[in-house]
């Protein structure tokens, strides 16, 4: 069976601590997504990359950058965490007929 | 712009009695429309994809079908496991991005 696979279910980390969520897939896909998910606000795009090395700006790149060396791989970077950026963060890839496959998700607190 | 909404937010329900929660769009260019469950905690779990109007899918108690504008999952005697965060999201045009309605949260009692 497909899947992505997220690093960490939960995550606490300091403010102003660099942090790091890893995704990876195991589909040899090309295109590969990163949310974060708020009640009431839905799914919202961070970033998203089409192929290595290559990255585009979703709706809230604010405070986050992202890094796809592998095509596999494809990883959150908060330069700088900050207490707003406390989230459940979803990574997805697209698998054409099925929309997008899903990781289990992270759920970051900030403090 | 494309857009997705979804009615009602919330349905709580009682086993055994049906519903159906909508999914309306305004989108230039359909390329699927997608249902997906989503458990707390968890992410969303693929359920299914249509691609025109008239197109209905069948999953156990679950139905989804298809018009021009909008999109309905019927959910048939539903269980208490069927509660669930049910998100609808809609693909266009050239882009490989999907588009997400904020979701509606199901509660079936036993």
């Known amino acids: 069976d497909v899947k992505v696979t997220q690093s960490s279910r939960y995550l606490v980390k300091r403010t102003g601590e660099k942090v790091f969520l890893e995704c990876v897939q195991d589909?040899?896909?090309?295109?590969m997504f990163w949310y974060r998910q708020d009640p009431g606000l839905g799914l919202r795009l961070i970033y998203f990359?089409?192929?290595?090395?290559?990255?585009e700006k979703g709706d809230i790149p604010e405070g986050y950058s992202v890094s796809r060396e592998k095509k596999e791989r494809f990883s959150l970077i908060l330069e700088s965490a900050s207490t707003n950026q406390t989230s459940m963060y979803l990574c997805a890839s697209l698998r054409d007929s099925y929309g997008y496959t899903f990781g289990s998700g992270t759920r970051l607190t900030v403090v | 712009e494309d857009q997705v909404t979804q009615s009602p937010e919330a349905l709580r329900l009682q086993e055994g009695e049906s519903s159906s929660l909508n999914c309306s769009y305004t989108v230039s260019g359909l390329r699927g429309l997608f249902w997906y469950r989503q458990d707390p905690g968890k992410g969303p779990e693929f359920l299914f994809t249509?691609?025109?109007a008239g197109e209905e899918k069948e999953k156990e108690r679950l139905k989804a079908t298809l018009t021009k504008k909008e999109s309905f999952l019927h959910i048939t005697a539903p269980k208490p496991e069927d509660s669930a965060t049910y998100l609808c999201a809609v693909r266009t045009g050239g882009s490989e991005k999907l588009v997400f309605g904020k979701g509606t949260k199901l509660t079936v009692n036993p």
């Open positions: 589909m040899d896909h090309e295109n």
């Open positions: 990359s089409y192929d290595v090395k290559m990255k």
């Open positions: 249509l691609y025109s």
